[in-house]
């Protein structure tokens, strides 16, 4: 079993720069495979970014160059910095955890936390 647990979430003006967290307990975090999901009001669960064991990285079109994941193992840590905010960010944002190779489907992950709120006011 993983538990994940989110934090660094608020309200932002456009422009702006967020730091994500997601700290991981449990099993051994270097054997996952790790993601960020996020969902608005009345819209699916869709996929942000995602980092594999060994730190190789995969992003949504709507969030490349502004979007970085990274992973630190020691620290059982995973992190998504967010630049130049927009409006449209403005989401519950999920991390995620599954065996195996990274993956943009939501239905691959094992592992879910209870997310964390982002507003980006225009």
């Known amino acids: 079993q993983v538990q994940l647990v989110e934090s660094g979430g608020g309200l932002v003006q456009a422009g702006d720069s967020l730091r994500l967290s997601c700290a991981s307990s449990?099993?051994?975090?270097?054997?996952?495979?790790m993601g960020w999901f996020r969902q608005a009001p009345g819209n699916e669960r869709e996929f942000v970014a995602a980092?594999?064991?060994?730190?190789?990285?995969t992003y949504a079109d709507s969030v490349k160059g502004r979007f970085t994941i990274s992973r630190d193992n020691a620290k059982n840590t995973i992190v998504l910095q967010m630049s130049s905010l927009k409006p449209e960010d403005t989401a519950v944002y999920y991390c995620?955890?599954?065996?195996?190779?990274?993956?943009?489907?939501?239905?691959?992950?094992?592992?879910w936390g209870q997310g964390t709120q982002v507003t980006v006011a225009s």
């Open positions: 449990g099993r051994t975090f270097s054997n996952y495979a």
């Open positions: 980092i594999s064991r060994s730190g190789s990285t």
């Open positions: 995620a955890a599954k065996n195996g190779a990274r993956s943009t489907r939501r239905i691959d992950y094992d592992y």
